[in-house]
């Protein structure tokens, strides 16, 4: 069965290309040339993955990536002209699980696609433990759930990850490239700070006071450490 994906963006060229060459291996491409168009198809539709432009003509991408996760967990992928770093940073903390500047290899954009779709579906088989708890904090990894006291935390399957990883390794100081590596096989590039929005993201889910981190603790200059034990009252 194919994967299916819901592309928006207003170029019509750049989609038709990407709706080819994806088809091709595999992927069924819907094409949205508008954000409202784009939101619509994804209410009523069953996609596996969107691919969401920055530049839109009626919304930008950031506000589409903010409602859309507001309400799914489906994986997106960001794509802009802009290579700002400032954007995929926001991108990123407003729930993106990918970035991509154009112009782009179609190849990449396959490859980064795939790679999401892994994150979202990889079954929790790294340890035989299916939830793991930590106080009041417990990682179910046959759901894919994050639950705090009980009440679960909304996290994108890429944030997900990180903290299955973090968690597997307790007590042990992990490098951004180890991490970046565990959940995205590959190695981290020079300057790029996604895995520490990402972190930022999961302690504002996790933690008491997440400018003052009790579970996931920075080490600086090295990387960042999940810790056993708290102090009292912290999570």
């Known amino acids: 069965m194919s994967d299916r994906a819901l592309l928006i963006d207003d170029d019509t060229r750049l989609a038709e290309m990407v709706a080819d060459y994806l088809g091709e291996r ?3 491409v819907t094409c949205r040339f508008d954000a409202g168009a784009g939101l619509a198809a994804l209410a009523a539709g069953d996609f596996d993955v969107v691919l969401l432009d920055v530049m839109l003509p009626d919304l930008d991408g ?17 794509l802009t002209a802009r ?21 782009f290899n179609p190849r990449e954009l396959l490859a980064r696609l795939r790679a999401v779709l892994r994150r979202s579906r990889t079954a ?27 009440e679960e935390r909304r996290l994108t399957a890429h944030q997900f990850e990180l903290l299955d990883v973090l968690a597997q390794h307790a007590g042990e100081v992990m490098t951004r490239d180890q991490l970046m590596r565990a959940v995205r096989a590959q190695p981290l ?16 889910a996790i933690e008491d006071d997440p400018a003052d981190p009790r579970r996931i603790v920075t080490v600086r200059g090295v990387g ?10 912290e999570r």
């Open 189 to 204: 590039e020079a300057f790029d700070r996604s895995i520490d929005v990402h972190v930022s993201r999961i302690r504002a």
């Open 26 to 28: 595999g992927v069924d």
């Open 62 to 78: 950031f506000e589409v990536c903010r409602r859309i996760r507001a309400e799914r967990d489906v994986p997106i992928v960001m």
């Open 83 to 103: 290579g700002d770093d400032t954007d995929r940073i926001v991108g990123l903390e407003l729930g993106a699980d990918d970035y991509l500047p154009k112009p």
């Open 124 to 150: 929790p088989t790294l340890t035989s433990r299916r939830v793991l708890r930590f106080g009041r904090l417990e990682i179910d990894r046959g759901a894919r759930v994050v639950r705090l006291g009980g």
């Open 224 to 233: 960042y450490v999940f810790t056993l034990q708290p102090a009292p009252g």
